[in-house]
């Protein structure tokens, strides 16, 4: 089974804090994925990387960054958390090709930004 | 800009009844179409897509291109179809653009 796994299902943060959110997959997955879930907004792209050290901006980039230094791996940042950015945020991964548009997700982890 | 439509955010059925829930989308070529869904305290997962023209758990969804619709169907809803269900759209090579949601209860 592909797994994805997310660092933590809950964090509180405060504002200002830089934060890091981690995700792994173990199916050599060549594409990974941050989103957002948001009530009545549904899934919103952040960032998606389609390999090591490429990254690519999503519908809502601003006030995030990403790195991917090994492919299994994929880190959301928030360089300066703030309130608006309490939200679900959803982890996926992908193999490349039309072939593969599967996009298997992590656990979520649930933020809160006080 | 491709979209994708989901009208309607809740959605209440009996066990038994026929169950729709709807998808608009707005693309300029062959759309790729999907449903996912995420069941209580479960990671969001594949349902179907369309290009398989499966049937998975007794739901099925035809793409309609005149109407751009996707529209998911199941003839007699159950409890366990109690969940969060999203329609998505295959955008460029690797991307899916998602709709908003609908949260499908079934009351017994």
């Known amino acids: 089974d592909v797994k994805v796994t997310q660092s933590s299902r809950y964090l509180v943060k405060r504002t200002g804090e830089k934060v890091f959110l981690e995700c792994v997959q173990d199916?050599?997955?060549?594409?990974m994925f941050w989103y957002r879930q948001d009530p009545g907004l549904g899934l919103r792209l952040i960032y998606f990387?389609?390999?090591?050290?490429?990254?690519e901006k999503g519908d809502i980039p601003e006030g995030y960054s990403v790195s991917r230094e090994k492919k299994e791996r994929f880190s959301l940042i928030l360089e300066s958390a703030s309130t608006n950015q309490t939200s679900m945020y959803l982890c996926?991964?992908?193999?490349?090709?039309?072939?593969?548009?599967?996009?298997?997700f992590g656990p979520g982890t649930r933020l809160t930004v006080l | 800009a491709q979209r994708v439509t989901q009208p309607e955010k809740l959605l209440s059925v009996f066990k038994g009844a026929p169950v729709e829930l709807k998808c608009n989308y707005s693309?300029?070529?062959?759309?790729?179409l999907f449903w996912y869904v995420q069941y209580s305290r479960q990671r969001l997962q594949l349902l179907l897509r369309?290009?398989s023209r499966e049937s998975i758990k007794g739901f099925t969804a035809d793409l309609n291109k005149g109407e751009t619709s996707f529209h998911l169907k199941k003839p007699f809803a159950q409890e366990e179809d109690s969940a969060m269900y999203y329609c998505?759209?295959?955008?460029?090579?690797?991307?899916?653009?998602f709709g908003q949601g609908t949260r499908l209860t079934i009351n017994p």
């Open positions: 996926a991964s992908s193999l490349q090709g039309r072939a593969y548009n599967e996009q298997f």
């Open positions: 199916m050599d997955h060549e594409n």
């Open positions: 990387s389609y390999d090591v050290k490429m990254k």
């Open positions: 693309y300029s070529g062959s759309p790729e």
């Open positions: 369309h290009i």
């Open positions: 998505a759209l295959r955008e460029g090579a690797q991307k899916l653009v």
